[in-house]
């Protein structure tokens, strides 16, 4: 079993930056991909990030270049850093997290997934 807990969200102008944290605990972490969610308001949980075990990233095409996902095994942690927000990016973040191995464009589906945290809430104002 594993616990994810999600933090750093917040309210943001456009154009900032900002860096939430997913942390996990009740399992060794190295052998886990996480993924990185986002769901707005009256729209369906989109795939953003995901990173696998050994530290091999995947992307949604829209945020390339504006985040960057990264993960400290010996911290527990998995970060996704995000610049040069936009409104449109306002949204819940999610962290998710898989022991299952597969590679890692497989982990863009929330299916893949069997750990989920609660969510931490990201605004962009214009």
């Known amino acids: 079993q594993v616990q994810l807990v999600e933090s750093g969200g917040g309210l943001v102008q456009a154009g900032g930056s900002l860096r939430v944290s997913c942390v996990a605990s009740g399992s060794p972490f190295s052998r886990y991909a996480v993924g990185w969610f986002r769901q707005a308001p009256g729209k369906e949980r989109e795939f953003v990030a995901a990173?696998?075990?050994?530290?091999?990233?995947y992307y949604m095409d829209s945020v390339k270049g504006r985040f960057t996902i990264s993960r400290d095994n010996a911290k527990n942690s998995v970060y996704l850093q995000i610049d040069s927000l936009k409104p449109e990016d306002t949204a819940v973040y999610y962290c998710?997290?898989?022991?299952?191995?597969?590679?890692?464009?497989?982990?863009?589906?929330?299916?893949?997934?069997?750990?989920w945290g609660q969510g931490t809430q990201v605004t962009v104002s214009s």
């Open positions: 998710a997290a898989t022991s299952r191995p597969g590679a890692v464009i497989a982990y863009r589906t929330p299916g893949a997934y069997d750990y």
């Open positions: 990173i696998s075990w050994s530290g091999t990233t």
